[in-house]
Every structure is written in structure tokens, then in C-alpha cells.
């Protein structure tokens, strides 16, 4: 009988049994292939348990990084504000990569994340710090893959565009409007974690005023994502400089011609970038290749670069930033402005966030226009403590009273109960005001 029950359990594999299900990334080998991030959220929907739940109780304790559990233990946001990262080239990615391959007994999550990438890229202008996405394509993930998800090129902060359906990507949610944070408690990838109202319901506007160097970021971060799979040696330090050294020769033989002054590249920078001291950031590299007419492909891997003179003519022109600039400043102004009307007024970093400008450039260039904004909401906030204040002093005079008249000395514990809160005489103006209360009886 004890044999038979041994041989039953040896037909079980139990090295197979996962803690987590062993889900499959979607657009595996594909410049579509889908987010860390965007997995995480899906592992938490296969056990219909919330982002936040599973983060608590089984990824932060395996994660084993003191802030994870901290955060997890006291409700705090680290590990939410910092999602962004997740999805690159730190070591937080690697441990997140590590900590869900154990979980789901895969080897492959690496890929999810730009980690393959981290000797040749910079953190600097690499990642959204947000979440932007293409409804249609959204739609489309759902009728092909049977459930929506966020591709890891999405997350790169300068592609705006999907080349797919030649439309703008969204940033707002379609009901409140907000901006929706990389990974948050209740994270879907369908709907708004604040609101509800699903993603894919955004209206794109058709977009004509697409450059050609926007179209071109896209599609090599595109074939940079694709390449990633390839990826069967480690790139290394040194990779960077070599290239740049190799490409610039290159150009010189071919057109005895100093590169670095033919594409208007400051010196200092283009110093770092060929001795290796500095790698450039994403936007930078490709636009070199741009300039150049060649692929990051070629930038990379190509023996030998074939360059296209006519492209940096063309390229020139259509790097009027200057232009470009003066155009969008415009639209700004338009846009900080419209925030003056509004009823309940925003801060100076929520606006910043929602018109995606940073703030320092905000302050640089409108001023006087960001003081008044600020200051608007200072006072707003101002009104709203005072307006509390005087809501909580009333509540705890009632409060006296009303202990008192049933004969019970009011303390703060009683007080509590008999509004049925824990926190209202936590504040110092609150216990000040009890005491004054008490003094006057
Ligand atoms: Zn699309
Ligand atoms: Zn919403």
C-alpha cells in the first residue's frame, strides 16, 4: 500500500509546480512585447487578486528588500513611485525580473525590461513616468491575445506616436482625465485605477504634424526591442566608444569631413560620448543615426555604415527646434492658462504632470504666469485646512457638550468614540482646542 502511494507521487512533477502561474509575456520576439510591468498586472488579474494585494503578500516578501516590505506594511508608495524604473535598465528591474521568474519558474522575463540594454543606454529621458497608450491598438491586443496589455516601446518617453495607426498614443484617462502612474494598487491594464472607465475608450486625434525624426525614433526603438531577442552576447562598456570611434572614421573617409561639426554636436558632449566617459541619451543616439541615415541596427552591429549624405541635408531642416519650440510655447500658454479658471486649483507639479512640460521649464519660461497658479492653489489649500479646522472645532465643542449632558467626563478617547473616528484629535490644533473646551466648563 505505502508503495503504491510513493509511485502515485513520483507521476506528480513538482518541480514544476510554480508559487505563481507560469504565464506566458505576450509579443514574445516581437517589437510589440509587452512590459514588466504590464506582466505583473496580469499575473495579479490570473489570480484575481489587486496589484496591491499581490505586492504585499507574495512579490515583496520574495522581492526581500527592506523598502518593498516596509511599503508594503505601512501603505507607503515607494515601490509604486519608483515603477517606472522597473521597466528599464536598473538593478530594481533585475530584481524584479529575478524575484518573478521564481515565482513563475520562467527564465525568460529579462527580456521585458531594457536590462539587456543597461551598458548603452542612460536612464536620463529613457522612461515615461506615466502611462501613454494607443486605444486601437489596446482593442486589438484584446481581439488577437484575448486580454489588453501595455508593449514594453510604449514605455519609452519619446515615443508619443503609434506608427501602427498613425495617430498620437494618450496620456489622460478618458473619465477623470488624470494621468495614470506606471503601477498603482488597483492597476489593470483595461481600466483607470482611479475611476473605472476602460483605457481603450480615449479618442485619438488623427495626427498630420508627425516629423520625420519622430516616425524614425519609433521605429528604431521598434527594431531595438526586436533586437533585444538577438542580444546572444552581452553588449559591454566599451561598446559605445568603439562605435562612435568607428563611425566617425568612417564619415571622415568618406567624406573628409569633421562629423562631429557637420552634425552640430557640441563639443563637450561628443567628447564624453567617444572616450566612453558618458553614454548619450536615447533621444541623442538617434538622432546621430538619423543624421546620419543610418539604422541603431547599423549603429550597433553593422560592419560596415553606409551613410546617407542626402538624409543629414534633410535632416538639418527638420531639426528646427527653434520653430518647434516657439509653436509649442504658444500652445503652453494657452494651456497654463486655461488652469486659472479652473475651480479647484491644481498644484504647480500636477500641472506640470498633466501638460507633460517639466515645471523648472515651466517656472523659466511663464513666471509671473506660475506664481499667480501657485499661489491660487496655496491659498486654495490654505482655505481648505482653515475650512477644516473650523469644522473640526465645532464637531469636538459638540462633542463636550453632548458627554457632558450624559454625564461623561469629555476625554479624547471618549470624544473619538462619540464621533466615531480614531484620527479626528490627532492634529495639534485639535488638542489645543479640547483643552481650551475643558478649561471653559
Ligand atoms: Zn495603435
Ligand atoms: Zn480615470
New binding site residues.
Partial sequence: MDNEIILLNTDIDFINISTLFNIEPIGDGTAYIESLTSYLIRLANAHCVSVGTLINNIIGPTLDKSYVVRSAVNGGNRFYDGAKSLNGIDKNSKDLVSTLETLTSRNDLEKLTFYSWRYVLTNRNLLKDHLEW?P??LESFKEVYGCYYFPLLWSVKSVNY?N??E?RLVSNCPGCKKTIPILHRRSDNENCPFCGVKLKLASQDEENTISQFELFFVENVNKLIEFTKNLDYKLNREIMSIRFKFIEQSYETAYNNSLRKELKIPKSTYHYWISGKAVPTIDNLLKFCYLLGITIEGFFFNEHVQFSKRDIKIGFKSENTSERRKLNYEKISKELNSFMNIEHPFSMEEIAQRIKVPKRTLYRKFPDLCKRLSKRYMEEIKNRSLARRVHVESLIEKSVTELIEINLFPTQKRIEEHLSTNSLLREGYAKKYLIKCLKSI
Fill in positions: 494607443c486601437e491598438c503609434c501602427i495607426h495617430k
